[in-house]
């Protein structure tokens, strides 16, 4: 079991800056595929990024790519989201998730309760 906790969060004007982080319980946590996820509203959830677990390889989305930058430190069980040149159609709640290695990419066995990221033009 992973519980994981998100912060971070707030508002912010178009071109500024944020960064997220997650902590994350449990002894296990280096054994997980770290992800961020994130859901405007009247949208459906979507992903943003994710760090294998030693940290040597990151994915992106298209739309973040350049701009946000995800890492991790295994011993301290935690996991950030570095969000730069921040735009409005980035406003969602961001959610901080776990996934196992057979997990689908884009899917996760553990989810945090979401943080709130507002940017204003």
């Known amino acids: 079991q992973v519980q994981l906790v998100e912060s971070g969060g707030g508002s912010v004007q178009a071109g500024g800056s944020l960064r997220l982080s997650c902590a994350a319980s449990g002894r296990t946590f280096a054994s997980y595929v770290m992800n961020w996820f994130r859901q405007a509203p009247g949208k459906e959830r979507e992903y943003v990024a994710s760090?294998?677990?030693?940290?040597?390889?990151?994915l992106y989305a298209d739309f973040v790519k350049g701009r946000f930058t995800i890492s991790r430190d295994n011993a301290e069980n935690t996991v950030s989201l570095q969000m730069n040149s921040l735009k409005p159609e980035d406003t969602a709640v961001y959610y901080c998730a776990a996934r196992s290695p057979s997990t689908p990419l884009h899917e996760a066995d553990y989810w945090g309760q979401g943080t709130q990221v507002t940017v204003s033009s």
């Open positions: 760090i294998s677990q030693s940290g040597a390889r990151r």
